[in-house]
């Protein structure tokens, strides 16, 4: 008799309860949840969110967002940047300007190059032109010109007269006479 209503039982409760949760249960939350689910959510919610939401971020966002731009943030880019730019460009930079660079161009400049031209172009006109130019005078030059001059007739005679002697002739620079 135990084993009867041991199999029955088992039997019985394991057939109705599977058969019960299965169809009973799967089909009432599939049907039930799902329509729920799907009509009463998402028509809430998407109704909600889309007028709730939606105009409440965009009458918030709109009316707080452009007062606060325009207000606060206009008046201080307009003050700030207009009292900075005039104040600081306008009156830094010309007085910068002014000041710095006249002085600048006018006294270290012209001292510079006061003091450059008399020192190193004096110093370079007299050392090194006046050494160049007399060495090149009296070496290359006065020794070409007196044998250039020598060996021509014309110049010969210009170049007694110049120096009043009479110049002695080179067989080497003459062609014989004749």
């Known amino acids: 008799m135990l084993i009867y209503l041991f199999t029955y039982l088992f039997t019985y409760l394991l057939i109705y309860l599977f058969t019960y949760l299965f169809t ?8 039930y949840l799902f329509t729920y689910l799907l009509t009463y959510l998402l028509t809430y919610l998407f109704t909600y969110l889309i007028t709730y939401l939606l105009t409440y971020l965009l009458t918030y966002l709109l009316t707080y967002l452009f007062t606060y731009l325009l207000t606060y943030l206009l008046t201080y880019l307009f003050t700030y940047l207009f009292i900075y730019l005039f104040i600081y460009l306008l009156i830094y930079l010309l007085i910068y300007l002014l000041i710095y660079l006249l002085i600048y ?20 006109l007299l050392t090194y032109l006046l050494t160049y130019l007399l060495t ?24 007694e007269k110049l120096t009043s002697s009479q110049l002695v002739k080179f067989p080497a620079f003459y062609k014989p006479e004749g």
Do not use: G, M
């Not at 009973?24 to 049907?31: D, I, P, R, V």
């Not at 030059?141 to 007196?146: D, K, R, S, T, V």
């Open 105 to 124: 161009l006018l006294i270290y400049l012209h001292i510079y190059l006061l003091i450059y031209l008399l020192i190193y172009l004096l110093t370079y």
């Open 24 to 31: 009973y249960l799967f089909t009432y939350l599939l049907t």
């Open 136 to 159: 090149y005078l009296f070496t290359y030059l006065f020794a070409y010109l007196f044998t250039y001059l020598r060996t021509y007739p014309w110049s010969r005679v210009l170049l």
